[in-house]
């Protein structure tokens, strides 16, 4: 009392509670924080949780064991399989230990036992044993690491091939990505996943087995022990209420414990989309820094770090909990419980007393000092394997997460395999909505079109074009083309070009329909982006050959790389044998041209060319359009250049409607009447602005509204009325036009540079300045003189436009300048300019007469 009563303490509890709190504000802020943060991506989030909780795969139960036998089934194939005998030889390593454990726990009993005699021999000598017996045991100890790590690496060999056979067969790799939904990051699965859960299983195997067997042969030791004290009471109870005692921590743990496998399956799922978000910026390094683009995915990868975040922290935060009450249960509860085990014989012995040594210990304090060093050691032992049991709970619920994860993968490989596909749905409504007004089919089945492997031609019968969301971008295609065809394919954005070649490469499934496909190896595709491939020059020229089957020599390679204009990166780079990230050293250009080369290695039948020349210049695209045609390979082009025409026989055009027609393409017919169409397109584009001039116009000097007409002559079905109209619009037009450019100032210098003479009515032309006259647009003169382009003079003179009759100036006409008037003393001007003149003299009133003159007339 007298201390929490003291200054200093309550200070002291003041402080701490003030600091708490602050603490505890400051983390619920930081939480608000992050929740808001989580806030963008969650709905996808949650769509995925959901497929894995719906399943309920996580929690230990029928299911789980189901999905780690098929695994087991891939890690140890056969009895004879290098990994069963790793696990025997783990498994033998682990019973060593075991026994081992057990003698040591009797020697430990032996010391003690040699120390209360006080017989120093025997101590010496035991000791001297001890020390014998911990070197293989030490050797065990470090050998049981060493299996169990060797074990986990097979494991992990075992299964990553098998998963890599399955990834790598029927373009799996291609499938999961492109036309299933159900693993967002492979990656991940085939990596990280994958080593995981086999170094959790391999743990997990000795984390048991050696506390399984350790429980066993610790039991036995007891069971013997109880059997020779027959005079002790009490000790048949033991093992029951040591059974009671662990079934009821194991009860309390079960309950308590959270749900680790679920929280840490989900902890994988986001740190994988993270590690995504990090790939993503890598591959797309050039474009993000071209548009200064780095704080949105700064922003986004922040989030998806957050979420990371918040999941370990939430793992961490049960983990705390959990293991409080683990550790309080095993290791003080069971201490206590085991003290009063194993003292029990002390209290209830009524026999007499047992001794070896009747003379120096008649009481036999030495042999019961040994047996209870021994039962406390072999009883620390079994507490210390049960221990590891329960806490292994924890564990096995994590590695129901990571089973789930990996048979998760298995499964969908294999489903891709054999063309069973799922789609997320929420995902596809919001990446691909703009094509949502297309018809849609369901997709979740298998395909049903018929595959026939052909010779040489491509036939297409009712083949639609689905996509993998289920988009019908054709619902039926039939066409057939043949060897030494050349297919010119055109369309809109987005109306199934690229994925004509995806059908007939067999890449997407076929829903109905039947299409004769040659065999794969006779198709080349070089898309607008060729694939760079890791590795020498050779292997971008020979992709997807190895240098095994490489079939030229060099000076053959080098033909190629001239066939494709391309010789000179041989000098500049090094050599064919130059090892470099051909995918950022080489530009656009440069790499259309190397995947060109490709087909000259490989000359399939068929050429699938997907816009791959768009960063070629024309000419010598040209060029290796005309050697590929002589090699005999048909070419597939998929372009909007009109200079490639000329080297294709036939047309496929797809009108993005579902639409498409599969024609021979005339190509000099085709360019005449391209060019026209773009002329027309060409007039029909200034249109609108004549037609807007032209009302204009109208109502400026009509006083009626063209708009009317224009609207009548575009209802008018009838031809004639048609007809009719569109000759009194254009003669409208031409007589608004002369007139237009009559009253305006057409002529240069406008109306006053035409000879007023001979027009009747001419009237006076505009007062400018002080008391002058306009001459011209820009030209003010009085008696004084001129002044010309002052803005006000301009503002004045421009009046004269809206006249109809052009105006004059009834001043004397002077020599010097065509149409010219004396305009001041010795100044001769006409509508333009003005010139000096010393016929010309006028009086100052001189235009206010012209003015009055005019009035009179
Ligand atoms: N993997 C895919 N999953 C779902 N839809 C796809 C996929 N690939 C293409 N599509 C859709 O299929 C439609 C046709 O695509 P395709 O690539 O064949 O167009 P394209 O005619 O080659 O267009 P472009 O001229 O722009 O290259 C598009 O609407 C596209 O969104």
Redesign the pocket.
């Given at each position: 009392m007298n201390i929490v009563r003291s200054r200093w303490t309550k200070i002291l509890l003041f402080s701490s509670s003030f600091a708490s709190i602050i603490y505890l504000l400051r983390r619920y802020r930081r939480y608000l924080v992050l929740k808001e943060n989580c806030k963008f991506i969650e709905p996808q989030q949650e769509s995925i949780t959901n497929i894995s909780s719906s399943s309920s795969l996580i929690a230990i139960h029928k299911r789980f064991f189901n999905q780690l036998l098929v695994i087991i089934r891939i890690l140890i194939p056969r009895l004879r399989s290098d990994s069963f005998i790793l696990l025997i030889t783990h498994l033998t390593t682990l019973i060593t230990r075991t026994f081992l454990s057990i003698y040591i726990a009797r020697l430990d009993g032996a010391i003690v036992k040699s120390l209360v005699q006080r017989n120093s021999h025997k101590l010496i000598r035991t000791i001297i044993i001890f020390l014998i017996v911990a070197i293989p045991a030490s050797f065990i100890n470090s050998l049981i690491k060493y299996a169990e790590s060797k074990l986990a690496l097979a494991f992990r060999s075992k299964l990553t091939r098998y998963a890599y056979e399955s990834y790598f067969r029927s373009q799996t790799y291609f499938r999961v990505s492109?036309?299933d939904g159900r693993l967002l990051t492979p990656d991940q699965n085939l990596t990280d996943d994958i080593e995981t859960f086999t170094s959790l299983l391999t743990h997990l195997f000795s984390q048991l087995t050696k506390p399984f067997l350790d429980i066993a042969v610790i039991s036995w030791t007891f069971v013997i022990l109880i059997q020779q004290k027959k005079h002790a009471r009490g000790l048949k109870e033991v093992p029951i209420l040591t059974s009671l005692v662990v079934f009821m921590t194991f009860w309390i743990l079960r309950k308590l414990s959270p749900q680790f496998g679920r929280l840490v399956s989900e902890e994988t799922r986001r740190r994988g989309l993270l590690r995504f978000a990090h790939t993503r910026i890598i591959a797309n390094a050039e474009e993000i820094a071209f548009f200064d683009g780095h704080e949105v995915e700064k922003t986004w990868i922040s989030k998806l770090y957050y979420q990371l975040r918040e999941q370990t922290n939430l793992i961490i935060k049960k983990r705390l909990w959990f293991i409080m009450v683990e550790q309080f249960l095993m290791k003080y509860f069971w201490h206590s419980c085991g003290m009063i085990f194993i003292a029990i014989p002390c209290f209830t012995y009524d026999g007499p007393a047992e001794t070896d040594d009747p003379i120096g210990d008649p009481l036999g304090i030495s042999l019961r000092t040994e047996e209870f060093t021994v039962s406390k050691n072999l009883l620390s032992s079994g507490a210390d394997a049960l221990e590891r049991i329960m806490s292994s709970y924890k564990e096995l619920t994590e590695l129901a997460g990571h089973t789930n994860r990996v048979y998760k993968m298995l499964h969908v490989f294999d489903e891709c395999a054999h063309e069973r596909y799922q789609r997320i749905p929420m995902i596809l409504g919001e990446e691909?909505s703009?094509?949502s007004m297309?018809r849609k089919v369901t997709l979740n089945q298998q395909a049903h079109g018929q595959i026939i492997e052909s010779n040489d031609d491509i036939i297409a019968e009712n083949v639609p074009?689905i996509?993998?969301?289920g988009?019908v971008?054709v619902e039926s295609l039939s066409l057939k083309i043949i060897p030494k065809m050349h297919v010119l394919i055109t369309?809109?954005?987005?109306?199934?070009?690229?994925?004509?070649f995806?059908i007939i490469r067999g890449l997407w499934p076929i829903y109905s329909g039947c299409l004769h496909q040659p065999n794969p190896s006779n198709f080349f595709l070089i898309p607008q982006r060729p694939y760079m491939c890791p590795g020498t020059l050779r292997d971008q020229i020979i992709y997807p050959h190895t240098i095994d089957q490489l079939h030229i020599d060099d000076n053959q390679l080098i033909e190629i790389l001239n066939n494709v204009e391309l010789q000179y990166i041989v000098q500049r780079e090094g050599g064919l044998n130059v090892e470099r990230d051909w995918k950022d050293i080489l530009s656009g250009g440069e790499k259309q041209r190397l995947g060109l080369a490709r087909i000259f290695y490989h000359k399939p039948k068929y050429a699938l060319l997907?816009?791959c020349t768009s960063a070629v210049s024309i000419d010598v695209e040209g060029k290796i359009y005309e050697r590929l045609k002589q090699l005999g390979i048909s070419l597939l082009t998929?372009t909007?250049r009109p200079s490639l025409w000329v080297y294709h026989t036939h047309l496929l055009q797809?009108d993005g409607k579902g639409q498409w027609t599969f024609e021979i393409l005339d190509t000099k017919n085709r360019l005449t009447l391209k060019d026209e169409k773009e002329r027309l397109e060409f007039q029909l584009a200034i249109v609108p602005e004549m037609q807007r001039r032209l009302n204009e116009l109208c109502q400026s000097f009509l006083f009626f509204d063209c708009k009317q007409l224009l609207q009548l002559y575009s209802l008018s079905n009838s031809k004639k009325i048609m007809y009719q109209s569109t000759l009194f619009i254009l003669s409208v037009a031409i007589i608004q036009l002369n007139y237009a450019c009559y009253i305006t100032n057409c002529p240069i210098g406008g109306k006053r540079s035409l000879n007023i003479n001979n027009i009747l009515h001419a009237h006076q032309c505009p007062r400018c300045g002080l008391n002058g006259q306009c001459f011209g647009p820009s030209i003010c003169c009085t008696h004084f003189g001129c002044r010309m382009g002052h803005p006000s003079d301009i503002h004045q003179c421009s009046t004269e436009d809206h006249s109809v009759i052009p105006c004059t100036i009834k001043s004397k006409t002077c020599s010097m300048l065509s149409n010219g008037r004396c305009a001041a003393n010795g100044l001769c001007c006409n509508a333009e300019s003005c010139h000096m003149d010393k016929t010309c003299s006028v009086s100052s009133n001189h235009f206010i007469d012209n003015v009055q003159d005019e009035t009179q007339v």
């Open positions: 492109n036309l691909y703009c094509i297309k074009i996509t993998p969301n988009d971008i369309g809109p954005n987005g109306c199934g070009k690229s994925s004509f995806r997907d816009e998929i909007h797809f």
